[in-house]
Each structure stands twice: as C-alpha cells, then as structure tokens.
C-alpha cells in the first residue's frame, strides 16, 4: 500500500471525526455551562442524526448572561 493512500485515508477520517465531534468542540470553545453533558450526547448518541443535532444544538444555544452588579 502506497504512502499516498495511508495519508489520504487518514485525512478522511481526521475531517470525518472533526465534523462527527463539531458539536463538542464548539461546546468547549464556547464554554457552556455543562459541555461534558455535550460530549455524552455527541459520543453515544451522535450517529444518529438526530442526537448529533441535538448536542449541536445544546452547544449553540444562548447563554444566559451573569447577574450585574448593582452600582
């Protein structure tokens, strides 16, 4: 087997794992409140569409602002 194929094979599953755990990167980058809720979701529930839409969802979603100190 040819160097070439091994390295394309493994850019494949880089870019295939990269978009399966989208929604636990984004959770992490955004840094809600419960990303490790996220990561359960996405790892046990993320091949079907639906759970991937789910924990996408959940690491998108608003987050609500910190209280304001009154002045």
Do not use: C, H, Q
């Amino acid at each position: 087997m040819p160097v070439a194929d091994t390295i394309d094979g493994l850019m494949v599953l880089s870019v295939a794992g990269a978009i399966y755990f989208a929604p636990t990167i984004v959770a992490f980058v955004r840094e809600v409140s419960s990303p490790w809720s996220i990561v359960v979701i996405n790892a046990l529930l993320g091949w079907t569409l639906i759970g991937w839409v789910v924990a996408l969802a959940m690491a998108v979603r608003s987050k609500p602002e910190p209280p304001r100190m009154p002045v």
